[in-house]
């Protein structure tokens, strides 16, 4: 447990706990849920236009709020 100045637009220390999941999954998974509802074809790494699109507007929030690296390292993202 640690407790830092993780979010740059929170004024006081928040807390970093890290704790089990109840379900975790250490793949990247992406579904276009307007067009597959039910999640059935995961588009993640699949090098699609919506896989690169949506890869870069993560890589681009987490660096807008500062995430820190392991941030990054976790998702196996490229920090900006």
Request: aromatic letters at 10%; glycine letters at 6%.
């Amino acid at each position: 447990m640690d407790a830092g100045e993780f979010l740059p637009y929170a004024d006081v220390p928040v807390w970093c706990i890290s704790a089990q999941a109840y379900a975790r999954q250490d793949e990247q998974m992406l579904y276009d849920t307007c067009d597959d509802p039910k999640q059935q074809h995961d588009l993640a790494g699949d090098g699609t236009e919506a896989d690169r699109r949506l890869q870069d507007a993560l890589v681009s929030t987490f660096a807008d709020v500062d995430a820190p690296g392991w941030k990054f390292n976790r998702l196996g993202l490229e920090r900006v």
